[in-house]
């Protein structure tokens, strides 16, 4: 969806999520889109349409037919909450089920339960849920969601830890460590501080199975929120997986950096799945991130790696925030600041990465 907010074509995205509304049958979206639920689906893409949602109030701002959605929304989120056993959630078996997560080993196609990832999945779209009530006057709704999150995103952190990282499975049951489940338990903000360090380590010592193309955007929310160390290695690891295609002169994101030369000459040189520069810049070389309806709020939090300085626009329904910044000699940051009346700017900022001096700009 990131691609359809850059250019502000809330309305696109808003079509696309409405495809997927029609589509659910008894809690779960068609596979594909138009389609039929109650055909083969991927159950976890029910949980990304609730997501999905959320982010399309974050960057478009409310939208005639969201009062719809929301009854789907309850629909999925309900009928996932009815299976249950201890403090964790499963599904029952069912053929139309295909458990897919990632290409990747085993979590290709993960039928077994206990797990922590169809849970996590289940934690993102619990509080994305939370936020569309809330958003919407539903504070009642709200709350029972949010605090069901919070006991699931403990019982999660508690249940599946080892020593150096997080399982898909039951303690002394995993068979292989996969980097999507640290990702997902960093970017869901549930592993506690004092195991930062340790966790860096994990996805530093190589031993963890890499995610795939279509889960970047967990990898870098993830590296980008774990320790100075994790920032520094995900910017230089970026650019340079980036390199060749600027080099190349590409004006869209490869699938590899093979580029046309890639799967004997079939290379996909406009891959949506490759696109998360666009998302780094805008989040982490800029900072900003929407945290109410429409940017009303938004944070300033800018990681700058190797770069010395900066300037950008991010669009917003109601016009252009732009930022400015440069590196100072001490390592701080001076950052200059512009956005629509509309939307209140909350600054941030890393450790790492000081803000020496804060600038609002007409």
């Avoid at 249940?159 to 997902?184: D, K, M, S, W």
């Avoid at 501080?193 to 890499?210: P, Q, V, Y």
């Avoid at 790696?305 to 917003?316: D, F, K, R, S, W």
Wanted: glycine share 10%.
């Amino acid at each position: 969806m990131l691609g359809y907010y850059v250019w502000g074509n809330y309305d696109f995205a808003a079509a696309s999520l409405e495809l997927m509304r029609k589509s659910c049958v008894k809690g779960f979206l068609a596979l594909t889109e138009p389609g039929d639920g109650t055909l083969r689906t991927i159950p976890m893409f029910s949980f990304a349409y609730i997501v999905a949602l959320r982010d399309r109030l974050l960057f478009g701002d409310f939208w005639e037919g969201l009062k719809l959605h929301l009854t789907t929304v309850d629909e999925i989120i309900d009928n996932a909450l009815q299976y249950k056993e201890g403090e964790l959630y499963y599904l029952p078996e069912d053929p139309r089920f295909w458990h897919f997560y990632e290409w990747v080993g085993e979590i290709s196609n993960m039928g077994r339960f206990p797990q922590s990832l169809w849970n996590l999945y289940l934690f993102e779209a619990l509080e994305a849920a939370a936020f569309l009530h809330d958003a919407m006057g539903n504070r009642e709704r709200a709350g029972v969601l949010a605090g069901i999150a919070e006991k699931l995103g403990k019982a999660v952190e508690e249940i599946f830890r080892e020593p150096e990282h997080y399982g898909v499975e039951l303690p002394g049951r995993n068979r292989y460590a996969y980097a999507l489940t640290q990702c997902l338990m960093l970017t869901l903000n549930l592993v506690p501080e004092t195991r930062l360090e340790k966790l860096w380590k994990a996805f530093d010592s190589g031993n963890l199975i890499e995610v795939s193309t279509q889960n970047q955007l967990f990898e870098m929310e993830a590296l980008m929120n774990c320790t100075p160390d994790s920032r520094k290695r995900y910017n230089e690891t970026l650019f340079k997986k980036y390199k060749p295609m600027l080099e190349y002169g590409a004006t869209t994101t490869w699938e590899s950096g093979s580029g046309p030369a890639d799967m004997g000459g079939g290379g996909s040189l406009c891959h949506a799945w490759s696109a998360i520069p666009a998302a780094y810049a805008g989040r982490y070389l800029l900072g900003v991130r929407p945290v109410e309806p429409g940017f009303g709020a938004f944070t300033v939090k800018i990681a700058p790696g190797h770069l010395t300085h900066a300037a950008g626009e991010i669009p917003t329904p109601h016009g252009r925030i732009k930022v400015e910044w440069r590196r100072e000699s001490n390592g701080g940051l001076a950052v200059r600041v512009g956005a629509p009346p509309q939307c209140r700017v909350i600054p941030q900022e890393y450790p790492e990465y000081p803000v020496n001096s804060w600038e609002e700009i007409k």
